[in-house]
């Protein structure tokens, strides 16, 4: 007798199949955004992490010299006294607080750097991890240095006040004394616009970090924070641009710090009500081909490394930037802060009361 198979063959229909592969697809699209948001946040909390390590290194230091690092540190006596040199910036003073003491201990820093530019294996060239944030979409393999002049880039910058940065002034009286005689309306600092000659213009001096003569180095003592240290913004973030663009250099002075004129990724173009300019940084070698222009909108800077410079803080966070306030503290600050919050963080001893909820 011949047996007849009569279980039946189970089997997906063409139409079935679409249905699963549609609603595998809806998923996919649900829990895509929710992944990136997941890594994204896990990002900004290592950025926030490195500014923590980065206030952590500026307090010892200044635990340890009794003052802050100075913003950028410069030889009045350059070539014969007819010029003054940047020599290194506040990021290269605490580099042995970062776990950095050996790649500071390769380079003699007291020459400048133009003199080691061709050394081999410069500390200036050196990357150093704390200084990048995870966020950045230009990492270090593909920013590498500016040039054997500039060196490596980083992601943090120190808050050099108000204003334009000057980048010949050797002292915080020579910032503010130039300031102040450019600027209109009584002396209001944020109204004041660059000459056209340049003569006068300077970093306010108003910010966490100063320039200092070499002989000595000396930056703002916390004593001088009449505004409260928990009240005065220290570090903050940049976006880097690929090539040859200085923004972000970490051992010269100008490219180092950023000033508080413009809100946080302030859009390309806006207006400072102000003042009068449109939001741009100024730095050298502006380079407006790396990045689309309203990422990291720039101008060249006046008369080459040592004319007006003009950074402002900017990340790939959504919503806004982290930043590390004097006291050590860090916070996330919106896009959205009002500007004269966002200017009175900027200044140490200023006068103005900040709302707590900023």
Not at 16 to 35: H, M, R, W
Not at 100 to 105: F, I, K, L, S, T
Not at 137 to 163: C, H, M, T
Request: proline share 5%; charged share 15%.
């Amino acid at each position: 007798m011949v047996r007849r198979n009569t279980r039946s063959h189970c089997a997906f229909t063409l139409v079935e199949l679409l249905v699963v592969i549609a609603i595998i697809g809806v998923l996919v699209a649900l829990l895509l955004p929710a992944i990136q948001a997941a890594r994204e946040a896990a990002r900004r909390a290592q950025c926030t992490n490195n500014l923590h390590n980065i206030g952590l290194a500026v307090h010892n230091y200044a635990s340890a010299r009794n003052t802050l690092p100075p913003g950028d540190v410069r030889d009045p006596t350059f070539n014969g006294g007819t010029q003054v040199k940047s020599m290194y910036s506040w990021i290269t003073l605490i580099m042995p607080y970062i776990e950095e003491a050996n790649a500071h201990g390769v380079m003699d820093w007291t020459q400048g750097l133009e003199l080691n530019q061709s050394a081999i294996n410069p500390a200036h060239h050196i990357f150093i991890k704390t200084f990048a944030c995870p966020s950045e979409i230009n990492q270090a393999s593909e920013i590498g240095i500016v040039n054997p002049f500039y060196g490596a880039r980083g992601n943090y910058v120190g808050n050099a006040g108000l204003g334009w940065f000057w980048a010949e002034d050797v002292s915080p009286n020579d910032q503010l004394a130039g300031w102040l005689a450019d600027t209109s309306a009584g002396g209001n600092p944020l109204k004041a616009r660059p000459s056209t000659s340049a003569t006068g213009i300077h970093m306010t001096g108003l910010g966490s970090f100063v320039v200092s003569s070499v002989d000595p180095v000396k930056g703002r003592r916390f004593s001088e924070f009449t505004d409260g240290t928990s009240n005065t913004a220290a570090v903050s973030e940049l976006r880097l641009v690929p090539d040859l663009d200085t923004r972000g250099a970490m051992h010269f002075g100008p490219a180092s710090l950023y000033m508080h004129d413009w809100v946080p990724n302030v859009p390309s173009g806006q207006l400072n009500t102000l003042n009068g300019f449109k939001a741009e940084d100024w730095t050298r070698y502006c380079d407006r081909l790396g990045l689309p222009r309203e990422i990291a909108p720039c101008k060249q800077a006046s008369d080459g490394w040592k004319g007006l410079w003009q950074h402002s803080a900017r990340s790939y966070h959504t919503g806004g930037v982290n930043l590390a306030m004097a006291d050590g503290s860090t916070k996330f600050i919106s896009n959205d802060t009002d500007l004269l919050v966002w200017m009175a963080l900027g200044t140490s001893d200023g006068g103005e009361v900040v709302d707590s909820s900023f």
